[in-house]
T-cell receptor, first 115, second 113 residues
Framework: EPEVTQTPSHQVTQMGQEVILRCVPI?????FYWYRQILGQKVEFLVS????????KSEIFDDQFSVERPDGSNFTLKIRSTKLEDSAMYFC?????????????FGPGTRLTVT | GDSVTQMEGPVTLSEEAFLTINCTYT??????LFWYVQYPGEGLQLLLK?????DKGSNKGFEATYRKETTSFHLEKGSVQVSDSAVYFC????????????FGRGTSLIVHP
């Protein structure tokens, strides 16, 4: 069964460093998403991406964040200058159509630790 | 804004016990309601959903009924197995606006043999 994959599973970085989290969505899906979950808190929406552009973003997704689909398979989340409060589990998801009516498929997550 | 509140975990049960994980929601419109499950090392998977009041979603022995009067969508299973040990997330998605799901914090379920 097709699945969403994410790499790395765990990333440790120092405050102020740039990180890139990688995701490979399911191949025929058209909508891509990033969520995060700070330990003990809710899963929060960051951004959705469709047709090579951001379709929706939350207040969390400020100028420090960016997303890209650099080729036909990868979908990346970049954090330019990490802060301690960026430490969280980051989930990538994809769906064949718009989320809600269409099911989102999630990756296993990348645990980001900022020291 | 929309929000989802789940009971705190972990919930620890013996095999074959009855499971209830409470979920209540706040929404401005008429949301669809979901339960997702995350097994260790895997991504969130849709477990069941209900799209309107009084609908019952069911899958793998789990059930949840959309109760508009109590704004609840509690997850139940009559007899849990060790393999049900996972984190369960309640979520809602509004129609007529952004469909992006709003999630709760997740409830960890641990089932002992």
């Amino acid at each position: 069964e097709p699945e969403v994959t994410q790499t790395p599973s765990h990333q440790v970085t120092q405050m102020g460093q740039e990180v890139i989290l990688r995701c490979v969505p399911i191949s025929n899906h058209l909508y891509f998403y990033w969520y995060r979950q700070i330990l003990g808190q809710k899963v929060e929406f960051l951004v959705s991406f469709y047709n090579n552009e951001i379709s929706e973003k939350s207040e969390i997704f400020d100028d420090q964040f960016s997303v890209e689909r650099p080729d036909g398979s990868n979908f990346t989340l970049k954090i330019r200058s990490t802060k301690l409060e960026d430490s969280a589990m980051y989930f990538c998801a994809s769906s064949v159509g718009l989320a809600g009516p269409y099911e989102q498929y999630f990756g296993p997550g990348t645990r980001l630790t900022v020291t | 804004g929309d929000s989802v509140t789940q009971m705190e975990g972990p919930v620890t049960l013996s095999e074959e016990a009855f499971l209830t994980i409470n979920c209540t929601y706040t929404a401005t419109g008429y949301p669809s309601l979901f339960w997702y499950v995350q097994y260790p090392g895997e991504g969130l998977q849709l477990l069941l959903k209900a799209t309107k009041a009084d609908d019952k979603g069911s899958n793998k022995g789990f059930e949840a009924t959309y109760r508009k009067e109590t704004t609840s969508f509690h997850l139940e299973k009559g007899s849990v197995q060790v393999s049900d040990s996972a984190v369960y997330f309640c979520a809602l998605s509004e129609s007529g606006g952004s469909y992006i799901p709003t999630f709760g914090r997740g409830t960890s379920l641990i089932v002992h043999p």
